[in-house]
RNA sequence: GCUGGAAUCGUCUAGCGGCAAUGACAGGAGACUGUAAAUCUCCCGGCUUCGGCCUUCGUAGGUUCGAGUCCUACUUCCAGCA
């Protein structure tokens, strides 16, 4: 028989909080767990080694990024076999892009306010939405294209991922209420016909692929209650957290959704990976977690560390580790904040690489180990012990 | 020694009578959360009550209302000839 998905809880930590396993036709994933990034099949700059090395056991990619190479993927025998990555997968809907080319041109997905929110006009944007699905204009070569919930589940189908996302409208922080309900309507809509044509096409690479439904509902408790209800009424198989969040709104917006949501079934916190976000949403009921955030910010040269994260611009010539006691490949090797920033600042294109290679690394390990000694915290009872010293230190 | 050419803010560079002076790099600060992101924003002579004020373009003079820009001398460097 074709197997799906199978979530058990393993610990459970306030009302909400569980550490668990999510068992998936390409391998188990013990949670709560970071999944990282790699949109267009890969995690930049990071070899399928890399990511098992630092404890990576997921990655997620994107099926609107993957949309041209669906058929050569599944071709492939889907996305673990094609990305070498070989573990659990996950595809995003590409519905996010609905958001990032569309309402939120700019930076609005900021959970800052102080930063404000940027709203361009209508015709700036690349996507236009209606009921029917997304219009909107390829950023690279200016193709005009149609996306919607019948085609984000082919494609992803054909990626083959282990988990899908059903295509959804993420609103952006400038969204009123009145245009949060009509989306949340329209989200609604489109669940019920991904989840339709998703059963269509599952089992269509040997393997039974599972589908979750993404919550949104912005910052509203009677559209989250609302969206989290009707969600848990349709046979998804887990579920995605959703949404454009201020940071001060988080777990009160997570407690709603969760509190609707059946407890059995595995929730995918989308898009965040900041530290305290993790702990936040480990606490309030999500397991897995996804962002860009830990590779990006290597990138551009933040090194997370326990005492706080720093910018390796201010460590020229220094011979201090990148992190004290760091467990990660790039520290184990003897990297240290001057050699890092030597090579990031270096001209030479492969002395750059090299950069993005390591920190990215350490970044992601520095995540990943952080939601392992969250689940262990779980599992043994001490998870607020943890949590509190853990912020402490972290946070200044 | 002669003849050309050149000297600008850490470096390279723009500038051909209205200039605190272009651009790049370096340097500094910040941002980044389902990747239009190996990216983006800001600062980068000094002071400032943010209106300005002061000191700058090898050195010293000069012409001019006004000189980084024109003239003279000097210094240094480069090229060619000796």
Request: hydrophobic share 40%; proline share 3%; glycine share 10%.
């Amino acid at each position: 028989m074709k197997v799906g998905l199978k979530f058990e809880v393993q610990a459970r930590m306030g009302a909400l909080g569980r550490a668990g396993v999510i068992k998936t036709p390409h391998g188990e994933i013990k949670t709560p767990a970071f999944m990282v990034v790699g949109t267009h099949a890969e995690v930049k700059f990071m070899s399928a080694e890399d990511l098992r090395a630092v404890g990576a056991q997921a990655m997620l990619s994107n099926g609107y990024h993957l949309r041209g190479r669906a058929a050569e993927i599944a071709a492939a025998g889907g996305l673990a076999v094609y990305s070498g990555w070989h573990g659990p997968t996950l595809t995003d809907s590409g519905g996010f892009q609905v958001m990032s080319l569309g309402s939120g041109l700019g930076k609005v997905v900021s959970m800052k306010r102080e930063q404000g929110v940027v709203n361009t006009a209508h015709k700036e944007r690349l996507a236009k939405v209606s009921d029917d699905g997304v219009d909107f204009v390829d950023p690279f070569t200016g193709e005009p294209e149609f996306i919607d919930p019948e085609r984000s589940m082919q494609i992803q189908c054909q990626i083959g991922a282990d988990i899908h996302m059903a295509f959804d409208e993420l609103t952006s922080l400038a969204d009123s209420y009145e245009y949060n309900v009509e989306a949340l309507e329209r989200t609604m809509a489109w669940s019920r016909r991904s989840l339709a044509e998703h059963l269509k096409h599952r089992d269509d690479l040997g393997y039974r692929q599972s589908l979750y439904g993404v919550v949104q509902g912005g910052r509203w408790e009677d559209l989250r209650r609302r969206a989290a209800q009707d969600l848990a009424s349709l046979e998804f198989d887990g579920f995605g957290l959703g949404g454009a969040f201020l940071k001060e709104d988080l777990g009160e917006i997570l407690r709603w959704c969760n509190e609707e949501l059946p407890f059995e079934k595995p929730r995918h916190l989308l898009g965040l990976s900041h530290p305290d976000d993790i702990l936040l949403g480990a606490e309030m009921g999500a397991d897995t977690f996804d962002c860009v955030a830990p590779m990006r910010e290597a990138r551009h040269g933040k090194i997370y560390t326990l005492d706080g994260d720093i910018n390796l611009r201010k460590f020229a010539g220094d011979d201090s580790p990148l992190d004290a006691d760091c467990d990660c490949p790039t520290c184990r090797a003897g990297w240290t904040r001057g050699d890092l920033r030597a090579l990031w600042r270096s001209g030479d294109l492969a002395q750059k690489q090299q950069f993005y290679n390591l920190a990215s690394i350490h970044n992601v390990r520095f995540i990943v180990r952080l939601t392992e000694q969250t689940r262990a915290a779980m599992l043994d009872g001490t998870f607020g012990d943890f949590r509190d010293k853990f912020l402490k230190r972290y946070m200044h």
